[in-house]
């Protein structure tokens, strides 16, 4: 798939040539879990192994990642340390419940994440990031912006349109620094939870960032609570996401979602949907600024975008392909992990009930037998004469099986929409020869803030 042409390579970590003992195991899991992975993941399909920490194995081959996701997922669950790690604030959301409870969420939730639905939606996509962009007022002059604080603004101010019609509006800068707070504090993985120490002895990290979970649950709780006293009142209420929630009913039971449920699917939404389109945009938007080249084919596609064309996506196979490729070198959930309910038998290897099979879109995606250049930024990969090479479970940054994404499709749309829209307008160009550095905080951050130049584009 490559053309010869020069590439673009972000900073990676180091990758260890030794196992990690117990304690450093755990130092590196708080600290940073990409700096767990081996020179070996990357270059073996698979590894087993025995640790006090149980039995462990890792998948980087796409029959043995559709086998865990897909094939045989009814035997694979996310796992305690999931559950411990983001149950205080998720535990009812889609994310982590599990058997008839996940498949009764799931059957109530699908409607509402349709082609047709989420399409409805373009317009006000369009609207917030036209307005994004002109909050910034390049005509003024060049601006040197935080991309992350910007991208997050921009995503919330999508979420609050379509999900909550604008009842968020004003509440984005609470909603980061709570977001960047529970992130950088409550979500890091605690080695008492990943030694299974009982819950009632006091984790450092929650007890910090306690008050972001409190600021999350008491918001969305109290609009969920006056949208249901307004259904019931038979007020008038806008039809947006938050009422589908709350007056979806299974079809298979009757029963719709508790207001917990739907609080807690809500705070889903905004982890998995705001934060993982916000850094997605944002790591984009960086590699965009180390490629001219690039960006300028971009902003030729970005010229002629119409939200307005049924056709827009198809106008824009360059802004797909790149966001594409930013996914694969930055994934938006670098790990996932799930725990075996019966033995089974992966890629050769048999495990035991109780076993640890992880999966890393951040392994898996840059693996040496599975890309070519697999560390270069080349977004040709994923143009449509090019796509159908790349194997379905070689690259999954919204997972894949049953438990794939489910605001996939959305997620997409609304990155691509506002890319298209920034570029339109932005041209973007790097300050520093100092490559950000990725972390791993539940999602791919940037450890320092990405900060870029963008400039007026001329007319």
Request: glycine share 6%.
């Amino acid at each position: 798939m490559a053309d010869g042409s020069p590439t673009f390579s972000p900073w990676t970590p180091a990758r260890r040539t030794k196992p990690l003992g117990l304690l450093p195991f755990l130092w590196v899991s708080w600290r940073d879990p990409l700096g767990m992975w081996s020179e070996r993941h990357f270059k073996e399909p698979q590894l087993h192994g025995n640790s006090a920490l149980g039995e462990i194995l890792v998948v980087s081959h796409p029959e043995g990642v559709r086998h865990v996701l897909s094939t045989n997922a009814a035997n694979y669950e996310k796992g305690a340390l999931q559950r411990r790690v983001l149950g205080p604030m998720l535990a009812e959301g889609l994310l982590l419940t599990e058997g008839d409870t996940w498949r009764r969420v799931r059957r109530i939730l699908a409607p509402l994440f349709t082609p047709a639905r989420t399409a409805t939606m373009n317009d006000r996509m369009a609207d917030c990031s036209r307005a994004r962009v002109d909050s910034w007022q390049l005509d003024h002059g060049a601006k040197v912006l935080n991309l992350d604080t910007e991208m997050s603004g921009l995503t919330f101010d999508i979420l609050s349109a379509t999900l909550f019609s604008d009842q968020l509006d004003g509440d984005a800068k609470g909603f980061e620094d709570a977001l960047n707070s529970y992130l950088s504090l409550a979500a890091r993985i605690d080695p008492l939870d990943v030694l299974a120490v009982p819950d009632w002895i006091p984790r450092l990290g929650r007890i910090t960032g306690a008050g972001a979970g409190r600021f999350f649950e008491t918001r969305v709780s109290a609009l969920v609570s006056q949208r249901r006293a307004q259904i019931e009142q038979g007020d008038p209420v806008a039809q947006d996401l938050l009422t589908a929630l709350l007056t979806a009913r299974d079809e298979e039971g009757g029963e719709g979602l508790s207001d917990r449920e739907v609080a807690a699917n809500v705070l889903t939404f905004i982890l998995a949907g705001h934060e993982t389109t916000a850094r997605t945009l944002g790591w984009t938007l960086h590699l965009i600024s180390r490629t001219p080249d690039i960006a300028e084919r971009l902003a030729a596609e970005a010229q002629a975008f119409d939200v307005a064309d049924p056709g827009w996506a198809e106008h824009l196979p360059w802004t797909r392909a790149v966001l594409e490729e930013a996914m694969r070198l930055f994934p938006p959930a670098p790990t996932l992990a799930r725990r075996a309910l019966g033995p089974d038998v992966v890629g050769g290897q048999a495990i035991a009930a109780g076993a640890t099979v992880l999966i890393s879109p951040w392994v898996l995606h840059r693996h040496e037998l599975l890309w070519d250049a697999p560390d270069a930024f080349r977004p040709e990969r994923f143009l449509p004469e090019n796509r159908k090479a790349v194997d379905r479970f070689a690259y999954i940054p919204f997972s894949a099986g049953p438990r794939v994404c489910i605001g996939a499709a959305f997620a997409m749309q609304e990155a691509m929409i506002a890319l298209a829209t920034i570029l339109k307008s932005a041209s973007v160009e790097a300050i520093s020869p100092i490559e950000p550095r990725p972390v791993h905080q539940i999602t791919l951050r940037s450890r320092v803030p990405i900060r870029l130049r963008l400039r007026a584009r001329a007319s």
